[in-house]
């Protein structure tokens, strides 16, 4: 893919700026810059990016809120920077529409990678590809058809379902709230335990060490991702 | 009739026999002044004119003195008024009518505004009762309004009991209270409080006390007790009960609202607290943090725009820095993990885990850490989903085993096991190492504990936030050496246990 994108970056520390400016300019990115919140929500309705990184901790306005707003409207990729034992507010962060998130401290080439796989599955989406192959796993969303090493593995309706939408957001982190709102229904929000259970069974049926998951990731205290193995 | 109440006497009124003196004295005066004009009033208009007295004094005073005001006009009338003078006796019949019918209306005159007032001294008395307990600011001012009011109304003794925060039963009585209280009179109370029904003398139920003792009876549960002791020793009669009643309802609803006004105030207090706290924390949080960020990510910068000629020897250097930063991020994270259990703000969120991932999650932290290590994770079937906060428990777990990967030597065996106990999971960490010396066993919870000797490289944090960890899930840790060598972690946690639908 082209890495000619776009890049506004929000973050009130200059260092953290200058330093990211930096590492997306070397890696191909045109990077916009932006201390405060205010200043980001201004640049972003009057300029074009195709993808946003947006520090949590902004002095002047909360970064959820300034999430928030540009999600009204913006459908591009939105990647959070945050700190760690903030599970709560990285939730609520992607419960509010970011894409990804990263904790800080963390390593460049991990930024590169979330912010690529980002943008790949923002442009992507509206490709109606249907059959996946992850590894040995070949999934067939339209003939409902999972392969693994070319033998069929059955699924429940239910557990499809859940493999579908992991398939669908490959490499994105997913909550359980998420998870549980699109394959139960909004009713079953709160019913943590069926995403949980439903996993292990995928993983038990698709993984080649289902104590070692290599597919169906788990996101400490967060959700799940489904390593598209790149 | 009952007149039995002790009168409500209002401020600036006058004590009773004064008040006889005064009311006599006025008839006496009256008929004085009567007397010199009777030749031109003739003696039936004295005695409307007595009559109105009487009836402008029961306004004024209370109904003894005014019998007695009314007792004297009449005789007054009949002695010096009514032919034949100087005599009680009367002459015609029409006279004797008259002075029946003067003293009929009297009595009547006295005891109709004598109830009135009776009812209008009750509904002022509530009448203050209410104002004093609405403007009545804290429980404590509810409770002395309360006593002062049943105290002057009924001219009785009061003790009050309250109930401690959310219900618990008293034990003191309110220092406002006026009668003493004696472990008799507690014990009565207390027998009211969890009974909600009266009890204490002139009641069939524990009859021993000096006092009569009513519930204070809230929509959640009981706030106090309040007894009463007539000065005059009598019994409460039913039309004092009743208005004893309603003081008592007025003081519950009063009581009440100032029960909740000081729940809500502590609950503000805290939350403010709380969100002050987390301001701080992530702020700190942060400015530890994004220093941490910006030195790996330039030094990561630094080793991809660097000539390759010379990238191995930068590798390596930049390869230290990573080190580093990263013992320093651990560093920031164990005190800030210990800050926030010693503030007591580490209550955990609770949600289904499987035990598993948790192992998972920490194991992949120390990759690095334990790569000359074999470590061997053995869960039992039965331990399914189980109610943790996984953030808290994958830091303890990466904490215990981030001290394995120290405190032993390359290629020992760590092994990790978990099973359910009814409903307490069970998880057991133990190496084939050199186990610990035995007299640091007691000690290896403690902040800053570090066992002498031991490389540099820790804290001494680790173990004492794994322990608050535990113990913020109403768990216990214990370590030990296993006899056949090497150190046991045993971690027990009583948790909800997910029931697989069958």
């Given amino acids: ?230 | 009739m009952n007149y039995s109440f002790a009168t409500y006497t209002k401020p600036g009124s006058r004590p009773v026999p004064v008040q006889y003196a005064i009311a006599v004295g006025i008839i006496i005066a009256i008929s004085l002044l009567l007397s010199l004009s009777s030749h031109y009033l003739g003696y039936q208009a004295v005695s409307l004119i007595l009559l109105f007295v009487v009836a402008i004094l029961s306004l004024r005073f209370e109904i003894g003195p005014v019998l007695a005001a009314a007792g004297a006009s009449a005789v007054i009338w009949n002695f010096f008024f009514i032919p034949p003078h100087f005599t009680l006796a009367i002459a015609s019949a029409q006279d004797g009518l008259l002075f029946f019918t003067y003293f009929v209306i009297a009595a009547i005159t006295v005891t109709l505004t004598s109830r009135i007032r009776t009812r209008e001294n009750r509904a002022m008395a509530l009448f203050t009762l209410t104002k004093q307990l609405i403007d009545a600011k804290t429980q404590d001012e509810v409770a002395r309004a309360a006593v002062n009011n049943i105290g002057s109304f009924f001219n009785a003794e009061v003790l009050l009991y309250l109930s401690e925060h959310d219900g618990d039963v008293f034990t003191h009585p309110h220092p406002a209270s006026t009668l003493h209280a004696d472990p008799k009179e507690y014990s009565v109370a207390s027998w009211v409080y969890w009974n909600e029904k009266k009890a204490g003398k002139f009641i069939d139920r524990l009859p021993f006390s000096v006092a009569t003792y009513y519930p204070i009876s809230g929509p959640r549960y009981p706030l106090g007790v309040l007894g009463i002791r007539l000065k005059s020793d009598k019994q409460v009669s039913p039309e004092q009960e009743t208005l004893l009643q309603n003081f008592i309802g007025q003081i519950a609803s009063a009581l009440e609202r100032e029960q909740l006004n000081e729940l809500s105030n502590r609950t503000t207090v805290y939350m403010e607290s709380e969100r002050l706290y987390k301001t701080l924390f992530n702020s700190i949080s942060h400015e530890l943090r994004t220093p941490l960020a910006a030195i790996l990510n330039a030094a990561e910068g630094l080793q991809s725009s660097l000539p390759a000629a010379n990238n191995s020897q930068h590798n390596d250097l930049v390869g230290e820095i990573h080190t580093a930063v990263e013992r320093l991020n651990r560093l920031v994270e164990n005190l800030l993990d210990m800050t926030r259990i010693e503030s007591g703000h580490c209550a955990p969120s609770l949600d289904w885990c499987d035990i598993r991932d948790i192992i998972n999650a920490s194991l992949k932290k120390l990759e690095k850490e334990l790569k000359h290590h074999t470590v061997i994770v053995s869960i039992a079937d039965d331990v399914t989903l189980v109610k943790l906060d996984f953030g808290l428990m994958e830091q303890a777990f990466t904490n215990l085993l981030h001290n394995a990967s120290i405190y032993t030597p390359a290629g020992t065996t760590v092994t990790i096991e978990s099973k359910i106990e009814r409903s307490t999971i069970i998880i057991t960490i133990h190496d084939n190492g050199p186990g610990f010396p035995p007299e640091t066993l007691p000690k290896i919870f403690d902040k800053f504990f570090r066992i002498p000797g031991s490389k540099t490289g820790g804290s001494g944090l680790g173990l004492s936030i794994v322990r608050g960890y535990v113990e913020a899930h109403k768990g216990m840790i214990t370590a030990a050496n296993v006899p056949t060598g090497g150190a046991q972690f045993q971690l027990r946690i009583p948790a909800e246990i997910h029931q697989p639908e069958q």
């Fill in chain 1, 1 to 230: 893919m082209s890495t000619s994108a776009d890049i506004l970056v929000i973050d009130d520390e200059i260092q953290m700026r200058r330093l990211l400016r930096s590492t997306l300019e070397s890696a191909g990115y045109t990077v916009t810059l932006a201390e405060t919140g205010k200043d980001g929500m201004r640049l972003a309705t009057s300029e074009r990016f195709d993808g946003i990184i947006l520090d949590l901790g902004l002095p002047d306005i909360d970064g959820i809120d300034v999430l928030k707003e540009l999600r009204r409207w913006a459908q591009y990729p939105i990647l959070i920077l945050s700190v760690r034992a903030s599970e709560q507010e990285i939730v609520a962060a992607l419960d509010a529409g970011a894409n990804d998130y990263l904790t800080k401290p963390f390593r460049t080439e991990e930024l590169l990678a979330r912010l690529r796989s980002a943008l790949r599955l923002f442009n992507t989406t509206a490709s109606r590809e249907t059959v996946f192959t992850v590894g040995a796993i070949t999934i067939d969303l339209d003939a409902h058809l999972v392969r693994k090493h070319n033998e069929i593995v059955k699924l429940t309706p239910t557990e499809f379902s859940l493999l579908a939408l992991f398939v669908r957001n490959a490499g994105k982190v997913l909550t359980h709230k998420y998870i549980l709102q699109q394959v139960w229904g909004p009713k079953y929000e709160e019913q943590s335990q069926y995403s949980r259970v439903y996993v292990g069974q995928l993983r038990k049926k698709l993984e080649d060490d289902p104590n070692n998951p290599a597919v169906f990731l788990t996101e400490s205290g967060i959700g799940y991702r489904f390593s598209a193995g790149d």
